[in-house]
C-alpha cells in the first residue's frame, strides 16, 4: 500500500500547484481519491470529522441500486427466452442481459464522466461524485434495446442541459437521470414507447411482443400477469424498474442508512395508493379500475419514488416539504397514468414536474417558520410599547 | 395539573394508562416529567419539548454525544507555577487591542494591560503580577499575544472586598469593568463580549457542559460554591429582567442557589450551549441583547468581589487519547502548556478548548481566555486507502449509518484530525437539522450566510446562534463545510451592518 502511495505521490507531483499539468489536478485527484482518502487534516472549525463523506453516501446509493440491477439483467433475458420457447437456465437469462445491459452502463459513465471532468478542469474543482448514481441511474430506466447511440446523446443532454448549465452539482433543479430519460423520451419516441420496445429484440421478432402491463391498460386490454410477477418484477419494462421486490430491498438499504429519504418513500407510497384507491372507486376504465396494490408494483412507479424522488439536490429539502413533495408524486403519477394514456409512465413526469415545485413546497414550510419567529418579535414589541 | 395548563381547552380526554389528549395535543407522564406532544408540530418532529410545568426543565431530543477517549481523570493537581503568562487578544473576538502598558513595564495581577479601542470601557486586566515580556505581533502588526514573565509571587491590585448585597447594577458593573472583569461577560446575538451601554433583557449561565471531553461544570465549581453564588448575585444585578441558570438534570449545583431561575436540562450535545437553552427558554429577538457568562467565570468574579483581587483561577481538564495524563489541573488563566504537558510530538495537535469548538495551540503555546479543557489528539495527515467504502474504517465514528460505528453508542474511539473527504457542493438534505436542536433551518440559513442576503438571515434566526451551536454541523455535514466559520463570518457581518 505505501508502496501505490509513494508511485501515486509521485505521479502526482506534475500536477501540483506551479508545475505544468495543474490545470488537470482535479482529473487526477478524482482517480487519487477514489483508491485514497486525502491526508488533509481539518483547518478551521471542528477538530474532527465524521467517517462520512459525499463518495461515501453516493456509493450507499449504488450498493442499494444493485439488487434491482442484477435483477433486471437477468429479467432482460428471461423475458426474452421464455418468449422464444427455448430451454434455457438462469445463467443464460443472466449472459443475454448482461450483453445488453453492461455496455449502456459503460457508455453511460464514460460520456457522463467524461464531461463531468472537462468541467471540472475548466472551473477548476474537484470532481463531484454526484454522476456516479446519475450514471447508474441512466441505463436502468432505459429500455433494453434503446442503441447505445441514443444512451450517450441523452446522457450528454443530461449533464450538459440538466446540470453543468445550472452550476453543476447541488445546483440543478431536475434530476438529471430523469432529464435523460425525458429527452430520450420526447427526442426518440418510437425507441421509448410502444408495445415493442420493452423485450430485448421484440421489434426484429415477431414472435416476441413487448408491451408493458400500463400499455395493455391503456390499450384497454386485459392484464395476464399475475400479483406475484407483477411484485417479483417478471414482465416486461424498462431495465430496472420492473421488481418492486428487490427494489424495496434498496430501499430498506437507503432507509436503514439513512442515504434515502424516508419520508418521500412514505409519502409517494401512501399519495398513490391514495389515488389509485379513489380511482377504484370511480373505475370508469381499465386502467382505473385497475387495483390500487397493483398500481403500486407496475410500471416504474416503485423505483421512481425509491431511487429518483429522493435525490436530495432536486427534491425539497425541509422535513415538512419533503411529505409534501412525496405525496404528490405519487398522487401525480397515478393521475398521469389513468387520465393520459399517451404516457402510461406517468411518475417521470410526476418526478419532473415535482422538482419543479420543491423549492416552491420549501418556501412555504420556511415562510412559516419566519412568520413564527416575526410574530414572536410582534409579541415583544407590544408588550414593551 | 393538566387541566391547567389546557383551561381553555375543554376537551380534554383522560386516558387510562395515565395519558391525556386534548383538540391540539396528545399528553402522558414518563417519570416525573409531563411530555406533551403538539399536533401542530408533529410533522415537524422538531420540537417534542416535555415540559415539567413546575419547573422549567428542558428536554433536547436531537444532537450528538461524541464518545472519545482519554476523560479526565477526577482528580486535580497544581499545574507547576509558569515562567511566562500570556492573554490572547484574539480570543476576544471583534476586540482591537489599545495597550496602555509597554514591553518592559512591570504590572501588578488585576492591572489593566490593555482596552478595546472600540470600546474604551472594556479592559483587560494581567493574570499575574510581573513583566511585560513581549508583545508579539502578526501580519499587519495585529497583536497576537500580551506576554508576561510572572514574578515568583503575585502581588495584587487591591480594589477591596465589597458586599454585593448592598451594591447597585451601576457599581457592581463599574466594578466589574475596572477591575478587568468585564471580558467574562459575553453577548448574544453575535458571540462577543457584551456592551456595557446595552440593557440585556436577561442573563443566562449554562451550568453544565455536553461538548466531547469537556470539563465537568459540577467539579469545576465543587469547592467555589460560595464565589458562584455571590457571582450569580452579581450579575443578576446588571439585568432588569430575569437571571438564568441551566444544570444538567440530576446534578444538586442548584440547591440552594436563590434569586435565579434554575432549568433542569436533558440530552445530547449541544444540549449544554447555552445558545440552545437560551432559544428554549426565551430566545433573542431582532434587537434584543442577552449576556451570557461561563459558570466557572461567575465564580472568578464571586471571587473577585469577595476578596477584592482579580485572581483568575480556573481547574482545566487535560483530556483527550494522546494527554500524558489525563486530569484536571488547576492554573491561572493565560498558563503556558508547555510546563504543563511538557514536549508533546508534532504529530498530536493541542487544542485550547473542546475538539469541536476549541483552538489549535503550539506546544510553547497558553491556554485560551475562557478555556476550561485542554484536549490532545492525534493528526491525522495519512492516507486510508479505499476509506470511502461504507462500512469500511468501521474504527471512526459516524453519525450516519454508513460505518458500523452506530452500533455502538456507548464505545469511546480514537479520533484524528483528518477531514475524512473533501469538500464538496451541498448534495445531502436533512442532516444538519438532526445536530441543531433549534426550531431554525440550519441548511438554509447557512446558504443564506453564504450570499451574505442580510434580511433572509434576520428571518431565518441568526440572531439565535453562535458559531458553537453549529459545531455539530461541521463535524457531521457530509459535504465538510465549514459551518461554523460561515456564521462567524456572518455575524461579523450583522455586527457591521446592523449593529
Known sequence: ?385 | MVRKIFAKDNKIKTWNLGGFSTSKNIGFYYGNNLIIIKFARIFELTNFISTDSMSNDIKIRKGLDLKLMGLADKTIAAAPRSKKFAIKPTDFHGVTPKMVVKEGASVKAGEIIFFSKYSDRVKFASPVSGTIAEIRRGAKRRILEVIIEADAEDTFLEHGSKNVSGMSGEEVKELLLEGGCWPFIKQRPYDVIANPDDAPKAIFVSAMSTAPLAADVEFLLKDRMEDFKTGLEAISKLTSGKTHVSVAAGSSLADGLNGVEIHKVKGPHPAGNVGVQIHHIDPVNAGERVWVVGPEDVAIIGNFLNTGKFKADRLVAVSGSEAPKAQYFSMRVGTNVFELINKVPSSVRIISGDVLTGDQIANSGFVGFYHNTITLIPEGKEHRMFGWVPFLDNHIPSMSRTSLSFLFPNKRYKVNTNLNGEERALVVTGEMEQVLPMDIYPMQLLKECMAANIEKMENLGIYEVAPEDFALIDYTNTSKIEAQAIIREALDLMIKEVG
Do not use: C
Open chain 1, 1 to 385: 500500500m505505501s508502496f501505490l502511495r509513494k508511485k501515486l505521490d509521485e505521479l502526482k507531483r506534475p500536477f501540483n500547484k506551479g508545475q505544468k499539468w495543474e490545470k488537470f489536478a482535479p482529473a487526477f485527484n478524482a482517480f487519487d481519491t477514489f483508491l485514497f482518502v486525502p491526508d488533509h487534516t481539518t483547518r478551521k472549525g471542528a477538530h474532527i470529522r465524521d467517517a462520512v463523506d459525499l463518495k461515501r453516501t453516493m456509493i450507499t446509493v449504488i450498493i442499494a441500486l444493485l439488487p434491482a440491477l442484477f435483477y433486471g439483467i437477468y429479467n432482460t433475458g428471461y423475458q426474452y427466452l421464455s418468449q422464444t420457447g427455448e430451454a434455457f437456465t438462469f445463467l443464460d437469462a443472466f449472459i443475454h442481459g448482461a450483453w445488453k445491459i453492461v455496455p449502456m452502463i459503460v457508455v453511460s459513465y464514460a460520456v457522463g464522466l467524461g464531461i463531468e471532468f472537462i468541467f471540472a478542469i475548466y472551473r477548476g474543482h474537484e470532481v463531484n461524485e454526484g454522476f456516479l448514481v446519475t450514471g447508474m441511474l441512466v441505463p436502468m430506466i432505459m429500455p433494453v434495446d434503446i442503441p447505445l447511440w441514443m444512451v450517450a446523446v441523452s446522457v450528454a443532454f443530461a449533464v450538459l442541459i440538466g446540470k453543468e448549465a445550472f452550476g453543476g452539482t447541488g445546483m440543478n433543479i431536475l434530476n438529471p437521470a430523469l432529464m435523460a430519460r425525458a429527452f430520450a423520451f420526447f427526442a426518440y419516441p418510437t425507441y421509448m414507447s410502444g408495445n415493442k420496445v420493452w423485450v430485448s429484440e421484440a421489434s426484429n421478432i415477431d414472435a416476441v411482443s413487448g408491451e408493458t402491463i400500463l400499455g395493455s391498460l391503456a390499450a384497454g386490454k386485459e392484464v395476464t400477469y399475475n400479483m406475484w410477477s407483477m411484485f417479483s418484477g417478471a414482465i416486461p419494462g424498462s431495465i430496472g424498474e420492473t421488481s418492486t421486490l428487490w427494489i424495496a430491498a434498496g430501499a430498506l438499504f437507503l432507509i436503514l442508512t439513512g442515504v434515502g429519504s424516508w419520508r418521500i418513500m412514505a409519502g409517494g407510497v401512501i399519495g398513490a395508493a391514495f389515488m389509485g384507491f379513489l380511482f377504484n372507486l370511480w373505475g370508469a376504465n381499465a386502467l382505473m379500475s385497475f387495483p390500487w396494490y397493483q398500481h403500486l408494483v407496475v410500471g416504474g412507479l416503485a423505483f421512481g419514488i425509491v431511487f429518483m424522488a429522493t435525490d436530495p439536490v432536486s427534491a425539497a429539502q425541509t422535513f415538512k416539504g419533503k411529505w409534501i413533495y412525496g405525496i404528490l408524486i405519487g398522487v401525480f403519477s397515478i393521475m398521469i397514468r389513468v387520465f393520459n394514456p399517451a404516457y402510461p409512465e406517468g411518475v417521470m413526469l410526476a418526478i419532473l414536474l415535482m422538482n419543479v415545485f420543491a423549492p416552491t413546497i420549501d418556501h412555504y414550510v420556511i415562510e412559516a417558520n419566519i412568520k413564527r419567529r416575526k410574530k414572536r418579535l410582534a409579541t415583544v414589541t407590544a408588550k414593551s410599547a
